[in-house]
């Protein structure tokens, strides 16, 4: 019943962009903080961005600022990640989690962005 499924990724060449999507289900993402990571084939995972339950505080890993960009609409139930200016690096499977105080958190399926040209 409880379940995050993230959704939007797919093969993109160099320079472009996508928006990945994490849809909530079965609970509100309206009291949880959200952080989306990515990990690579052989890589450890990456935390890349975090947003606040309420969207007025995020942050953004090094190597994503100024391309990436969180949001959320709880209304809608759920949480964005718009990604520019994509590179065969931002490659990796994205996983977004749901996180109430550090006491309870949710992870979605994961879903894999390819960057090639």
């Known amino acids: 019943q409880v379940q995050l499924v993230e959704s939007g990724g797919g093969l993109v060449q160099p320079g472009g962009s996508l928006r990945l999507s994490c849809a909530a289900s079965?609970?509100?993402?309206?009291?949880?903080?959200i952080s989306w990571f990515r990990q690579a084939p052989g890589k450890e995972r990456e935390g890349v961005s975090c947003?606040?339950?309420?969207?007025?505080?995020?942050n953004y890993a090094d190597s994503v600022k100024g391309r990436f960009t969180i949001s959320r609409d709880n209304a809608k139930n759920t949480v964005y990640l718009e990604m520019n200016s994509l590179t065969p690096e931002d490659t990796a499977v994205y996983y977004c989690?749901?996180?109430?105080?550090?006491?309870?958190?949710?992870w979605g399926q994961g879903t894999q962005v390819t960057v090639s040209s």
């Open positions: 989690n749901a996180n109430w105080r550090g006491i309870r958190d949710f």
């Open positions: 079965g609970f509100t993402l309206d009291y949880y903080a």
């Open positions: 947003i606040s339950s309420s969207g007025g505080s995020t």
